[in-house]
């Protein structure tokens, strides 16, 4: 064997943990991650938009907790659909470039 050789496949076998993507306690790297935090979040101001919706139907809240949550609904709903429309768009221009 070349020393050059055994001298690339140790530097290569040195340099492979710290290219490798780090991940969290759940196994999601940090673009994973973040996203996944995202979706909960949205998940959450959903939930607790429906959950005042409700009270408000049984008399349990204020007209003015209901009127923000469902503000705050609206905003999580035209972000996601912002989010997927940029997605689209650059998919679509993906599409467009040529091989």
């Known amino acids: 064997m070349d020393v050059k050789t055994s001298f690339a496949a140790q530097t290569y076998a040195q340099a492979r943990p ?22 909960g ?27 923000e949550a469902l503000a705050a609904s609206e905003l999580a709903i035209e972000t996601a659909v912002t989010v997927r429309d940029k997605v689209v768009e650059a998919y679509q221009e993906i599409l467009r470039m040529p091989v």
């Open 41 to 67: 979040s949205f998940v959450e101001t959903l939930r607790a938009g429906e959950e005042t919706a409700r009270a408000a139907m049984t008399g349990g809240a204020d007209p003015h907790a209901l009127v």
């Open 18 to 39: 710290a290219t490798a993507p780090s991940s969290n306690a759940t196994g999601q790297t940090g673009a994973g991650a973040a996203f996944g935090a995202l979706a």
